[in-house]
């Protein structure tokens, strides 16, 4: 699931999961810059719990760009999400359109 928010500037986002465990990411020459790593909770909810962003890309976006492309996911997959790390939280509070998928 590569391009969910595009940047001509920067990467696209992507997406892997493995089991319960997931991870959106932007790499740049094979190397990760940035995660937001999340676990599934049941089939209707999603666990935000890491974001980190390379020194290089602070300033740039990146964090709400992987937000971002945990929300397009959740509705597409018609999932609850519960951020449960500070930085992802955060943003949830100063977006008032992604509150259909905010987990109460």
Same mark, same amino acid.
């Given at each position: 699931?590569?391009?969910? @928010? &595009?940047?001509?500037?920067?990467?696209?986002?992507?997406?892997?999961?493995?089991?319960? !465990?997931? @991870?959106?990411?932007?790499?740049?020459?094979?190397?990760?810059?940035?995660?937001?790593?999340?676990?599934?909770?049941?089939?209707? %909810?999603?666990?935000?719990?890491?974001?980190?962003?390379?020194?290089?890309? !602070?300033?740039? +976006?990146? +964090? +709400? !760009?992987?937000?971002?492309?945990?929300? %397009?996911?959740?509705?597409?997959?018609?999932?609850?999400?519960?951020?449960?790390?500070?930085?992802?939280?955060?943003?949830?509070?100063?977006?008032?359109?992604?509150? &259909?998928?905010?987990?109460?």
């Amino acid at each position: 699931m590569r391009g969910i @928010v &595009d940047r001509p500037d920067l990467p696209p986002i992507g997406r892997e999961q493995s089991g319960h !465990r997931g @991870v959106f990411f932007l790499e740049r020459d094979g190397k990760r810059l940035a995660t937001l790593t999340y676990s599934l909770a049941g089939q209707h %909810r999603a666990i935000l719990d890491h974001t980190e962003v390379s020194d290089e890309l !602070r300033g740039t +976006g990146t +964090g +709400g !760009r992987l937000v971002e492309a945990a929300v %397009r996911w959740a509705r597409e997959e018609k999932k609850m999400i519960l951020p449960l790390c500070p930085f992802a939280k955060s943003v949830f509070d100063k977006t008032p359109a992604y509150q &259909d998928v905010l987990l109460r």
